[in-house]
């Protein structure tokens, strides 16, 4: 195996299952990675974001070792999930890389459509969003960070909300959202990423 013998966990964003996820299951599988995924439940941005990074808090501990390291990779919504997992639950001390897909690090515009608690948590300057981003670059420094992003994202605005101030950017030109986790030049880099 050239790359870290991790598992890697897959965090699926608004209104998606851990099914979304078939293309890249597929694609690190077929070189090495064992691979997890769950379903965050509720999906429709009507719980709180830390209630569902409770979730991810609850399936590391039921299918991972005390001491055992593991990758994560979240998706769009599951993205800032996977931030309060790592910087407010610990995270930061379990996982070793890190890979942010298509993120509203910094806000969506979009998010104003809904009234939902976990989709105005992903406004931008909203009250979680400032304080993840106020310790962003220490709380996730113990981790090999990626964040993924393309100029083109519909859902995620503006696009260059996706920017973290910590890691390793990669900007693909692929034409929409959910693509980012099947275009064969995103799956490339996310298991680049996780080879790092």
Do not use: C
Not at 136 to 153: N, S
């Amino acid at each position: 195996m050239t790359h870290s013998p991790n598992p890697v966990l897959l965090i699926h964003g608004f209104l998606d299952r851990h099914t979304v996820f078939k293309p890249l299951t597929r694609y690190l599988s077929q070189q090495g990675w064992e691979i997890h995924a769950l379903d965050l439940q509720p999906n429709d941005g009507r719980q709180a974001l830390p209630v569902l990074a409770s979730q991810i808090e609850a399936y590391v501990h039921q299918h991972f070792g005390a001491t055992q390291r593991f990758d994560l990779v979240g998706f769009s919504m599951g993205g800032i999930v996977t931030r309060y997992y790592l910087q407010r639950l610990g995270g930061n001390r379990r996982v070793e890389r890190y890979v942010s897909i298509s993120a509203p690090n910094n806000g969506t515009l979009s998010a104003y459509g809904l009234p939902f608690p976990g989709i105005r948590q992903m406004r931008p300057d909203s009250e979680l969003l400032q304080d993840l981003n106020r310790d962003v670059a220490t709380a996730l420094e113990p981790v090999k960070v990626t964040w993924l992003w393309t100029p083109f994202d519909l859902m995620i605005l503006p696009a260059k909300s996706t920017k973290l101030p910590i890691g390793t950017g990669v900007q693909l030109p692929v034409p929409l959202h959910p693509w980012m986790l099947s275009d064969p030049r995103a799956l490339k880099a996310i298991a680049k990423a996780l080879q790092q």
